[in-house]
């Protein structure tokens, strides 16, 4: 027998404490009260009964005094938390996996809201059931893996760490759990992992190679759901026509993962109710589309998707949405869909912002009609006499410089496309004259060239580029680079090995193409556009501050600093919707943001954080999906299966109390008190 609470010493001291004051007590004189009676017989009478009764009142009283110290003895043997050593040595330690991943968030198990709540559950009858010596950790899995508190066994803590945990809309990271649950199990006996999952979970394998449990860590699987039906989009993406931006066409994907055959009705909704499309730097509103207004219909489709089929759909020369558009999937009669979470999948289009663009020639048709195609290019044409003499020493901003054969001394403060470039000015090195290049070699994947076909352009003449380390050889010759991209001081820029009017480059769609796509590539609207993120992903999102942190308003109004390294945010997304970014500036970086109540008051001037107007910041919109069919696959696997190894149910588990020897204790003391009370009222002891 040990002591779990207070040690013997100290038990011992607080029981002959409590022990004196008692008998002390017991041994004061007792105060007789004075009772006037007319007849001395009635006096002796008296005097008789008590020479008869001294002795057995001094018994009462001590029997009443033993009661005492009983009653104190218990109470003070309970403080000391008395346990059978092989007890607490033996008891089990736990780490509870509770999955949070998107699949959790199916409707499919009545009448719990959905399965993370059925998971919740089962969690509290094993916390329940804890015996005195166990121990346990609940740690959330999904995109990442959330510890929710120490270990520990105090059954009302645990319980709140337990309802700490919300559903995602990322997938689990299967491995990274079960790597941080053996860790925290390292070196302790009796150790046990808890899954609680639908199961859909992948193999326990990551970049560190197959996770291995050991020989000591039992593992345990408790099955959550049992519905299969399900359908889901599970591709979105949306992108504008380079010739045309008010115009865009939509690529996406719908999923039935269930055995079963499904009527359901998908719907594309443009601008929906939250999101702003004033212009730059606008962008979308905290939770829009994630249960407000839709906004406009663009449009309807009834589709009917077989058991397992992936149907993809085009939609191309759409029109209506500004900035954003949301897909939503809904089932038809007699169809069924128990997973809410991919039924909505959101998409920003690129800003159709106008880029000023400054073209510095001595006179080029072609090149003016070109950027005459696209109506969002503020287009100042000059002469190089007239850059040189009145634009380089003004410093006027331009988002992009054309330089049509006149190469300037100074490079601009501003991204830049040159033209047969020359002179020392030249941001690559121009060696020999080359007779007759072509583009025999084409990095056909790079922005500037995506939708052209240079490959059979005749040029007469050009020169050879050398690019420095870390550019871009765009197209090459045999003989050398004709076009190189790269960033010189902050600023992109695009070299051309040749004069235009010496090839039939300009006869050709190609080149307004060449042209347009690098004012998208200077001005971030190229080819590369991530119309939106994938939730579970770590997200390097571009954002303007002069702090170290940006701030980020997520889908469900929350406001929060995330950290900024090398001009981009960084952030683990886990919510599908429309995000706000923007910079920090004017905020301490040692406090986040906590989004306050609609209801609560206004801070004081003194602790409320700088208004938006107060920072000139850029304020960067994005959207994030699931965009998984391997998560919106619901079925519950009916095993777990780990390092070779399959799970096992949870046993040993049983609601009731606690087996604790100081609860007994407790409730011998409350019997003795019974007990003393019937007895003092019953004149027993008195």
């Known amino acids: 027998m040990i002591f779990a609470g207070l040690s013997l010493a100290q038990l011992a001291a607080v029981f002959g404490a409590a022990a004196v004051f008692a008998t002390a007590l017991y041994i004061l004189k007792l105060r007789r009260r004075t009772v006037a009676v007319p007849f001395s017989k009635l006096w002796e009478k008296i005097l008789r009964d008590k020479e008869a009764t001294s002795l057995f009142s001094r018994l009462k009283r001590l029997l009443s005094l033993l009661v005492q110290l009983a009653l104190l003895a218990l109470l003070a043997f309970a403080l000391g938390d ?37 998971a919740k559950d089962e969690v509290k009858k094993v916390i329940r059931g804890l015996g005195g010596s166990d121990r346990m950790l609940i740690a959330q899995m999904d995109a990442a893996v959330t510890p929710l508190g120490p270990t520990s066994s105090d059954t009302s803590e645990l319980e709140r760490a337990l309802d700490a945990i919300k559903a995602t809309d990322a997938r689990a990271d299967f491995p990274r759990a079960l790597r941080f649950a053996i860790d925290s199990l390292r070196s302790v006996e009796n150790a046990e992992i808890v899954v609680v999952s639908d199961g859909r979970l992948g193999e326990a394998v990551d970049a560190s190679g197959k996770v291995h449990l050991g020989e000591d860590i039992k593992l345990s699987y408790i099955p959550i759901g049992r519905g299969v039906r399900n359908v889901g989009i599970t591709a979105f993406s949306v992108r504008r026509y380079p010739l ?40 979308a509103g905290a939770g829009a589309g994630m249960g407000g207004e839709k906004g406009q219909l663009v ?97 006027q901003k331009h988002d992009v410089v054309i330089f049509d054969g006149a190469t300037p001394s100074d490079a601009p403060r501003a991204h830049a496309i040159y033209l047969d470039p020359r002179g020392p000015g030249s941001p690559v090195k121009v060696e020999n004259e080359l007779k007759s290049p072509g583009f025999d070699r084409i990095e056909r994947k790079h922005p500037i060239v995506r939708w052209t076909a240079l490959d059979d352009v005749n040029i007469a003449r050009g020169r050879k580029l050398v690019p420095q380390p ?82 980020l308003k997520t889908p469900s109004g929350t406001e929060l600093l995330v950290p900024v390294h090398e001009g981009r945010a960084v952030y683990l997304g886990e919510q599908a919707g429309f995000y706000e970014l923007a910079g920090a500036e004017g905020l301490d970086p040692t406090k986040g943001l906590d989004a306050p109540s609609p209801d609560a008051p206004a801070p004081a001037a003194k602790d409320a954080p700088p208004a938006a107007s107060d920072a000139p910041t850029t304020t960067t919109a994005f959207a994030a999906n699931l965009l998984d069919a391997e998560e919106s696959s619901i079925e519950v696997a009916k095993e777990l299966v780990v390092d070779g190894k399959k799970a096992g149910s949870l046993s040993g588990f049983q609601i009731g109390v606690r087996r604790e020897i100081w609860i007994y204790l407790l409730i011998a ?11 003092y009222h019953r004149r027993i002891t008195v």
């Not at 780490?95 to 709540?117: G, H, W, Y």
């Not at 040749?498 to 080819?527: K, M």
């Open 299 to 395: 449009d309807l489709t009834k589709l009917r998707l077989k058991p397992g089929e992936r149907l993809p759909r085009f939609y191309p020369n759409l029109s209506g949405a500004s900035r954003a558009l949301e897909a939503r999937l809904a089932v038809l009669a007699n169809s069924v869909d128990e997973l809410p979470a991919d039924d909505r999948a959101y998409a920003l289009l690129p800003e159709r912002r106008r880029a000023k663009v400054l073209v510095v020639t001595p006179g080029n048709t072609y090149l003016e009609a070109a950027l005459l195609l696209d109506e969002y290019l503020d287009v100042q044409l000059v002469s190089p006499r007239e850059y040189a003499e009145k634009i380089a020493p003004s410093g």
């Open 82 to 118: 008395p346990r059978a050593a092989a007890t607490l040595i033996k008891g089990r330690n736990l780490v509870v996996i509770v999955d949070a991943s998107a699949s959790m968030q199916a409707t499919d198990v009545a009448p719990a809201k959905n399965r993370l709540e059925a």
């Open 244 to 283: 045309d931006k008010s115009r865009y066409e939509v690529m996406l994907e719908v999923t039935n993962t269930g055995p079963e055959t499904e009527d359901v009705e998908l719907s594309l909704y443009a601008d929906p109710r939250g999101t702003d499309h004033a212009g730059a730097g606008a962008g």
């Open 669 to 679: 003391a409350l019997i003795l008190t019974a007990i003393e009370w019937i007895t």
């Open 470 to 551: 870390g550019d871009k050889v765009v197209g090459a010759s045999v003989d050398g680079p004709i076009l190189v991209t790269g960033q010189r001081g902050g600023y992109k820029f695009v070299a051309m090995g040749f004069d235009v009017r010496d090839s039939d480059l300009p006869l050709r769609v190609a080149w307004p193409l060449v042209l347009l796509n690098s004012v998208n590539f200077f001005t971030d609207e190229d080819s590369q556009y991530i119309s939106s993120f994938r939730t579970g992903d770590v997200w390097r999102v571009p954002v303007v501050t002069q702090t170290g942190q940006a701030r």
